[in-house]
Every structure is written in C-alpha cells, then in structure tokens.
C-alpha cells in the first residue's frame, strides 16, 4: 500500500482556485491534507510533518533540502490586492509599522521595501493577533491575505506590496510556492500539477462557490492573482533571497 503524500495548504481565498482541482481531481484519496495561515504551514515542511507545503518563498532557504515541486504560485506582477502596508496616514508620516505574524514573505518584502524603495527609516515591530486594531494614527501595518482585503474597506492609505516590488526591480513577486523537503514520486508531481492546473481552468466555479462580501472575487483570481510560475518569477525569487540575505547580514552588523 502507498504511503499517503501529507500536503500542506494555505487557507487564503487566494489558494482556492488550486484546491478546488485539489478537492476535485481524485488526488484527496492519495495525500493527507492540512490547510493553516502560510507561516504555520512553512513550520510544518521545515519540521517534517508535512511533505509538500505551499510555503512563503522567504522560508525556502531555511528548509532542509527545499525544492519547488509545483508549475503553480502566489504571485503577482502589479497589484496583489492582498498584500499592503495600511495606514491611516501617508506612509512618509508613519512611525512605526507592526508586521503580520502569518507570513515571513510579506513582512521581509515590507522591510525591503521601507528600506529601498520608499527609503524610510521606522520602526518595525512584530505582530500580535488583533493587531489591525492598532493600525491608526502614525502607526501602521503590514496585513495579508483575506484579512488585508477587508483592510482595504478601512483604512485610508493602502501601499500595495507587489506594485511596490514591482516598480522597484521590474520583476513580478513570488509570495508561496509549493515546495517539497524530500524526493516526491513523479508520477504523483504530474497528478498534482495537473490537480492545480484543473482549478485555474474552472474560474468560474470557484467564484460561485464563495460567498464574500468585500472584494471582487473574479478580479482577484484573474487579475490581482497569477498562478503560472514563469522563469521570470523564478528570477524573481532568486533576487528576493539575495536581498533577504542582505537584510539579515545588516541585522546583524
């Protein structure tokens, strides 16, 4: 008997569109499935509870023998949507920035950012859970994912952080990609690959299936949201490990 493939998710609305073919494609009888907030689920690869785990892309240097096993991402070229630093002042007002705890790659990309692009010297704090409550006055944050689309509604300044990246190297930006801590079946990778792709071809019904009030779910899948992982994208990740790897040594200087 084959030993069930463990997968872990993120449970983002952004992921939906790949696990509906997930959900739909048969595969469910062949892997056991966890679905947690992104960093949670970079944890479970990086501890081995899990095999192959769509991850932020900021934590693939930490995982032991870390590989992208997916055609498919996170990503975006301009406007994510779901991904920003919210204010109730323009950013050049702000003091001090809290950083979502559920997810690496945003809070690392929003510090890159602060530093290289807006040049901004604040201070940068991590998050507690009820933190967008605090978001007011010259104090801002960094919010992700379906919580960040809610933000949008209240929050009078809003700096997207794929539009940011993007204005800033030319590049899109790779917030998760699915990655494995050890060799995977081929034959299983091609039936996932083709799980995934199997969602992205059925838009429309994804969409039926949510019921969700505050953003557009349609122009978000088909144009906040790219889930292709292009060689370009691929590039992109290697620039953002090597400007991660910048930080850290300045951290530590």
Not at 229 to 244: C, D, N, T, V
């Given at each position: 008997?084959?030993?069930?493939?463990?997968?872990?998710?993120?449970?983002?609305?952004?992921?939906?569109?790949?696990?509906?073919?997930?959900?739909?494609?048969?595969?469910?009888?062949?892997?056991i499935l966890t679905e947690n907030y992104p960093a949670q689920i970079a944890a479970d690869l990086k501890n081995d509870h899990i095999d192959i785990g769509l991850i932020p892309v900021a934590m693939i240097p930490s995982i032991q023998n870390a590989h992208i096993v997916a055609d498919y991402c996170i990503s975006a070229e301009e406007n994510v949507a779901s991904v920003a630093i919210f204010s109730e002042v323009p950013l050049q007002e702000v003091k001090k920035v809290l950083l979502d705890y559920q997810s690496r790659t945003s809070v690392n990309l929003a510090r890159i950012l602060l530093k290289e692009y807006w040049q901004l010297n604040v201070e940068m704090e991590a998050a507690s859970l009820d933190f967008r409550d605090q978001i007011k006055g010259t104090t801002a944050g960094v919010v992700i994912g379906d919580r960040a689309l809610e933000q949008r509604l209240i929050s009078p300044y809003m700096y997207d952080l794929a539009t940011a990246w993007n204005n800033h190297t030319g590049l899109p930006f790779v917030f998760a990609a699915w990655v494995a801590n050890k060799s995977i079946d081929p034959d299983f990778i091609d039936a996932f690959n083709r799980a995934l792709g199997y969602g992205l071809k059925h838009l429309e019904e994804v969409v039926a299936e949510q019921s969700y009030p505050y953003y557009d779910l349609k122009t978000y899948y088909t144009e906040n949201i790219q889930y292709n992982?292009?060689?370009?994208?691929?590039?992109?990740?290697?620039?953002?490990?090597?400007?991660?790897?910048?930080?850290?040594?300045?951290?530590?200087?």
């Open positions: 008997m084959n030993k069930k493939i463990r997968v872990g998710a993120v449970s983002y609305l952004n992921t939906k569109p790949m696990m509906f073919g997930i959900k739909r494609s048969g595969l469910l009888d062949r892997i992982l292009s060689p370009e994208k691929l590039k992109a990740i290697e620039l953002f490990h090597y400007k991660l790897k910048q930080l850290q040594t300045a951290d530590l200087s």
